[in-house]
């Protein structure tokens, strides 16, 4: 037992005394045992020294092999003191982390400048790690082969370009050596490529994708290139952004050469209000639902997305693909490959957003799967386009809806002009107010009352801030209480000349709300505006929607003259009942029936629409405005208007500002001579039992009053609206009536039983009133329906 107590001793104690023990019992059955023993563990600790796993928790490389190879010491596949994890699939060593890391190896003057570049563009660390990752790892291609498309890795010289990309096809020789070995398809892949695809592999990047060369460098050259996907090292910026002052980085989005003005898919620093932008450093609420796992760190999406909205931006009359996209994805490693894989769905997503690949572009082979492109259109009327509807017969085209474009930028109608040639015409900004009798009102006097019509309106936003949510008044209402006050207030004594600029800009507001203000409330008259809405030019669309509306109307099937008399969704299926008696089964349909004929319940629905739905309909307005356009055999008004493209006219009472209240020129170039002048708020009424004979005297006599000092001529012809009484739309566009609010749109909007959609621009809280409202419900709507 002493001997036993003593050999423990000394196994607890020395080495060396337990290898004199052992041999000593060398050949006793216990010695034996101990012998082996001992063995294994120097077994053991020979594998150790040999080969040591990589120390991040979860990583599937049991024997990690170094990619960098650039120290002579390299551990390449064997032992090193330490393994550093970029990937599941790619580590580097100690030896080689030292030979960059250290001052004294070869390697540190390298990783210091690209240090220094990395530091004086981005925001994230310049670490060793993001070094090998931006600098060392070597670039992953597929194979452009139909029937291979196997992923190789290149060798670390060769730099991956896009054009390299595009035309990679497996054993490819470089330095314009042919490649004339056997097919090199036939080889294996890399067996890391396949554990790529899993989930847990993005999780276990130690840094996020930063890409070189993307499309999206030109367009966000003021944010850090790592905040929104993209290395630091590869900036295309001259400065370093550590150096930009603050009004640089503020300064308006640098116009990339060749591309349309209208064209800014990105927000600039510090920048808001700009509709449909997106910022390039955040996910929107629509992608963080749609790739939660990029939720803690989205650069990857980001990187992705930027990349796929410059890119459509720089080339919109093409067909995005992801095969397209991947050639510009530059980034080393094997994350590359992910990159890749992941493209498909984030285009498939912005595809079916309207983000991309949208308009009217020509495609041949459709964008999404069979199951969404079986669509049947049913139209009331003998044309399509309801209220959109363009007339040439005066030698121009003259929208007898709508033709102006309110704010080009990233407007979809600015999209489709540029995807089929046509130029838009910018709108100046002059515009003389002429006087009855023909005098040209001071320009002095009408910046004045602008100033004053504007600070009424102000004091009306601020009303409503201090009132509950219920509370509302007629904005016709509220607005001479508020400017009755301010006189009594005041004591400015305004005169009669100002008075009647003032109810100028009052017609102008009638204008744009489609009623007369006692119609409309006071608390929403303008609850768009809390939304960014389109910023930039203003034009007149000189060819009119018409030929827009043919490009997008080819290859469907529309069946003209069959007005809906009912919709049955009580069962699986949605029936459809025409007036004639034709009946459509359906899945899903889209109603984009006008407002003013949901609220005459003018189809039947079985079952009825929710009350919610209903009360909303009914919240709001079906305004009304009319047209009067005259062609004259000569441009009498060219003297006195001096090249404007429209001029104003100043009621001569407050009951007539509505008639005739703006003279738009139809002809930019000068060489027709039309006129469009627009009815709107009481005057509506007051030519509603008119025929357009009555209408044009009216007119006619107003333009001679307008221009006393010439002659005027009698028009050559003339047409005149009647929105009003068309049977198919009985409206013009919609407004918040008194009490009601602007939610009401976005519950117009809401689908029924994931069965019935609406759309129209009744139903677009952010941009209702105008063309580019309706035809972005319809996409929206469009996106709901094949995301269901």
Not at 215 to 222: E, M, Q, R, Y
Not at 584 to 589: D, L
């Given at each position: 037992m002493d001997a036993a107590?003593?050999?423990?001793?000394?196994?607890?104690?020395?080495?060396?005394?337990?290898?004199?023990?052992?041999?000593?019992?060398?050949?006793s059955p216990a010695g034996q045992s101990r012998r082996r023993a001992a063995d294994t563990e120097e077994e053991e600790d020979q594998s150790e020294k040999k080969h040591r796993r990589c120390e991040k928790s979860g990583c599937s490389a049991t024997y990690p092999v170094c990619f960098a190879s650039t120290s002579e010491r390299c551990a390449k596949n064997g032992y090193t003191s330490r393994w550093y994890h970029l990937s599941c699939g790619e580590h580097f060593c100690n030896e080689c982390f030292d030979?960059?890391?250290?001052?004294?190896?070869?390697?540190?003057?390298?990783?210091?400048?690209?240090?220094?570049?990395?530091?004086?563009?981005?925001?994230?660390?310049?670490?060793?790690?993001?070094?090998?990752?931006?600098?060392?790892?070597?670039?992953?291609?597929?194979c452009t082969k139909p029937d291979c498309g196997k992923w190789r890795q290149l060798t670390k010289e060769i730099q991956l370009t896009p054009s390299l990309a595009m035309t990679y096809r497996c054993g490819m020789k470089f330095n314009n050596v042919k490649n004339e070995g056997p097919d090199q398809c036939s080889q294996p892949e890399d067996m890391r490529v396949a554990e790529v695809i899993d989930s847990w592999w993005h999780s276990m990047l130690i840094l996020p994708p930063l890409l070189k060369d993307s499309p999206a460098d030109p367009f966000l050259i003021a944010y850090y290139p790592d905040c929104v996907g993209m290395s630091p090292s590869g900036s295309p910026c001259n400065i370093p952004l550590s150096e930009m002052k603050a009004e640089q980085l503020r300064a308006p989005q640098t116009q990339v050469p060749g591309l349309c003005p209208y064209f800014q898919p990105f927000y600039q620093p510090n920048e808001c209000g700009k509709a449909l932008c997106v910022r390039p450093d955040m996910m929107e609420l629509d992608e963080l639902y749609e790739f939660p796992e990029f939720s803690r760190d989205p650069t990857m999406y980001l990187a992705l997305r930027n990349l796929v909205l410059a890119s459509w931006h720089r080339d919109c009359k093409t067909v995005l693909t992801a095969q397209t996209c991947a050639a510009h994805v530059i980034v080393r490693g094997l994350v590359r490959v992910r990159c890749v894989q992941e493209l498909e769905r984030v285009l498939c997503f912005m595809t079916r957003k309207g983000l991309i690949n949208t308009g009217v572009l020509s495609v041949k082979e459709p964008l999404l799967p069979g199951c969404y492109r079986n669509v049947v259109v049913l139209e009331a009327r003998d044309r399509i386009g309801g209220r959109v509807w363009d007339d040439t017969s005066l030698g121009v085209t003259v929208g007898q809806g709508a033709q102006i474009v309110n704010g080009c930028v990233n407007n979809p109608i600015a999209l489709m002009c540029e995807q089929m040639g046509f130029k838009m015409h910018k709108l100046g900004d002059r515009c003389d107010l002429i006087q009855e009798g023909g005098r040209t009102t001071d320009p002095a006097v009408d910046k004045r009352m602008d100033f004053h019509f504007n600070a009424i309106l102000d004091v009306v936003s601020e009303w409503r801030k201090d009132m509950p949510q219920h509370v509302d008044v007629p904005l016709g209402e509220k607005i001479q209480e508020v400017y009755k006050n301010f006189l009594q207030e005041s004591g400015i004594q305004f005169s009669d000349l100002e008075e009647k600029v003032l109810q100028y800009h009052l017609s102008n507001l009638e204008y744009a709300c489609g009623s007369d203000l006692i119609q409309v409330s006071a608390r929403s008259w303008d609850h768009n505006q809390f939304f960014a809405q389109f910023s930039g030019d203003h034009t007149l669309l000189t060819a009119g929607y018409s030929s827009i509306l043919a490009k997008l109307a080819e290859g469907l099937d529309i069946h003209l003259n069959t007005p809906v008399q009912s919709i049955d969704y009580s069962a699986d299926l949605v029936k459809v009942t025409t007036c004639s008696g034709s009946q459509y089964t359906a899945q899903k349909v889209l109603v984009t029936i006008p407002l003013a004929l949901l609220q005459k319940?003018?189809?039947?629905?079985?079952?009825?629409?929710?009350?919610?739905?209903?009360?909303?309909?009914?919240?709001?307005?079906?305004?009304?405005?009319?047209?009067?356009?005259?062609?004259?055999?000569?441009?009498?008004?060219?003297?006195?208007?001096?090249?404007?493209?429209?001029?104003?006219?100043?009621?001569?009472?407050?009951?007539?500002?509505?008639?005739?209240?703006?003279?738009?020129?139809?002809?930019?170039?000068r060489k027709q001579s039309v006129l469009m002048s627009v009815i709107t708020g009481d005057a509506v009424a007051t030519i509603r039992n008119l025929d357009d004979v009555q209408v044009a005297d009216l007119c006619i006599k107003m333009l001679r009053e307008m221009f006393r000092e010439q002659e005027v001529p009698d028009p050559v012809q003339y047409f005149v609206t009647h929105w009003s009484k068309d049977t198919?739309?009985?409206?013009s566009y919609s407004f918040v009536k008194t009490g009601g609010s602007g939610e009401a749109y976005d519950i117009i909007a809401e689908e029924v039983l994931g069965k019935l959609f609406f759309a129209g621009e009744a139903s677009n809280r952010h941009f209702p009133q105008t063309v580019a409202g309706a035809y972005l419900s319809g996409v929206r709507e469009a996106s709901k329906m094949a995301a269901l």
């Amino acid at each position: 037992m002493d001997a036993a107590a003593g050999e423990n001793q000394n196994l607890r104690s020395s080495g060396r005394q337990v290898n004199v023990r052992l041999k000593r019992c060398s050949n006793s059955p216990a010695g034996q045992s101990r012998r082996r023993a001992a063995d294994t563990e120097e077994e053991e600790d020979q594998s150790e020294k040999k080969h040591r796993r990589c120390e991040k928790s979860g990583c599937s490389a049991t024997y990690p092999v170094c990619f960098a190879s650039t120290s002579e010491r390299c551990a390449k596949n064997g032992y090193t003191s330490r393994w550093y994890h970029l990937s599941c699939g790619e580590h580097f060593c100690n030896e080689c982390f030292d030979y960059y890391y250290r001052s004294h190896k070869d390697g540190y003057e390298k990783y210091a400048s690209w240090k220094r570049v990395w530091t004086g563009n981005g925001k994230s660390e310049p670490s060793l790690r993001a070094f090998m990752a931006d600098q060392q790892l070597p670039y992953w291609v597929q194979c452009t082969k139909p029937d291979c498309g196997k992923w190789r890795q290149l060798t670390k010289e060769i730099q991956l370009t896009p054009s390299l990309a595009m035309t990679y096809r497996c054993g490819m020789k470089f330095n314009n050596v042919k490649n004339e070995g056997p097919d090199q398809c036939s080889q294996p892949e890399d067996m890391r490529v396949a554990e790529v695809i899993d989930s847990w592999w993005h999780s276990m990047l130690i840094l996020p994708p930063l890409l070189k060369d993307s499309p999206a460098d030109p367009f966000l050259i003021a944010y850090y290139p790592d905040c929104v996907g993209m290395s630091p090292s590869g900036s295309p910026c001259n400065i370093p952004l550590s150096e930009m002052k603050a009004e640089q980085l503020r300064a308006p989005q640098t116009q990339v050469p060749g591309l349309c003005p209208y064209f800014q898919p990105f927000y600039q620093p510090n920048e808001c209000g700009k509709a449909l932008c997106v910022r390039p450093d955040m996910m929107e609420l629509d992608e963080l639902y749609e790739f939660p796992e990029f939720s803690r760190d989205p650069t990857m999406y980001l990187a992705l997305r930027n990349l796929v909205l410059a890119s459509w931006h720089r080339d919109c009359k093409t067909v995005l693909t992801a095969q397209t996209c991947a050639a510009h994805v530059i980034v080393r490693g094997l994350v590359r490959v992910r990159c890749v894989q992941e493209l498909e769905r984030v285009l498939c997503f912005m595809t079916r957003k309207g983000l991309i690949n949208t308009g009217v572009l020509s495609v041949k082979e459709p964008l999404l799967p069979g199951c969404y492109r079986n669509v049947v259109v049913l139209e009331a009327r003998d044309r399509i386009g309801g209220r959109v509807w363009d007339d040439t017969s005066l030698g121009v085209t003259v929208g007898q809806g709508a033709q102006i474009v309110n704010g080009c930028v990233n407007n979809p109608i600015a999209l489709m002009c540029e995807q089929m040639g046509f130029k838009m015409h910018k709108l100046g900004d002059r515009c003389d107010l002429i006087q009855e009798g023909g005098r040209t009102t001071d320009p002095a006097v009408d910046k004045r009352m602008d100033f004053h019509f504007n600070a009424i309106l102000d004091v009306v936003s601020e009303w409503r801030k201090d009132m509950p949510q219920h509370v509302d008044v007629p904005l016709g209402e509220k607005i001479q209480e508020v400017y009755k006050n301010f006189l009594q207030e005041s004591g400015i004594q305004f005169s009669d000349l100002e008075e009647k600029v003032l109810q100028y800009h009052l017609s102008n507001l009638e204008y744009a709300c489609g009623s007369d203000l006692i119609q409309v409330s006071a608390r929403s008259w303008d609850h768009n505006q809390f939304f960014a809405q389109f910023s930039g030019d203003h034009t007149l669309l000189t060819a009119g929607y018409s030929s827009i509306l043919a490009k997008l109307a080819e290859g469907l099937d529309i069946h003209l003259n069959t007005p809906v008399q009912s919709i049955d969704y009580s069962a699986d299926l949605v029936k459809v009942t025409t007036c004639s008696g034709s009946q459509y089964t359906a899945q899903k349909v889209l109603v984009t029936i006008p407002l003013a004929l949901l609220q005459k319940n003018t189809v039947q629905f079985n079952p009825p629409l929710p009350e919610r739905k209903l009360k909303a309909i009914n919240s709001l307005g079906a305004g009304v405005i009319e047209k009067i356009a005259l062609q004259f055999p000569y441009r009498f008004w060219d003297s006195k208007i001096q090249g404007a493209d429209y001029f104003g006219h100043v009621p001569p009472s407050p009951e007539k500002r509505g008639m005739f209240g703006m003279f738009y020129d139809m002809d930019p170039e000068r060489k027709q001579s039309v006129l469009m002048s627009v009815i709107t708020g009481d005057a509506v009424a007051t030519i509603r039992n008119l025929d357009d004979v009555q209408v044009a005297d009216l007119c006619i006599k107003m333009l001679r009053e307008m221009f006393r000092e010439q002659e005027v001529p009698d028009p050559v012809q003339y047409f005149v609206t009647h929105w009003s009484k068309d049977t198919w739309s009985q409206m013009s566009y919609s407004f918040v009536k008194t009490g009601g609010s602007g939610e009401a749109y976005d519950i117009i909007a809401e689908e029924v039983l994931g069965k019935l959609f609406f759309a129209g621009e009744a139903s677009n809280r952010h941009f209702p009133q105008t063309v580019a409202g309706a035809y972005l419900s319809g996409v929206r709507e469009a996106s709901k329906m094949a995301a269901l």
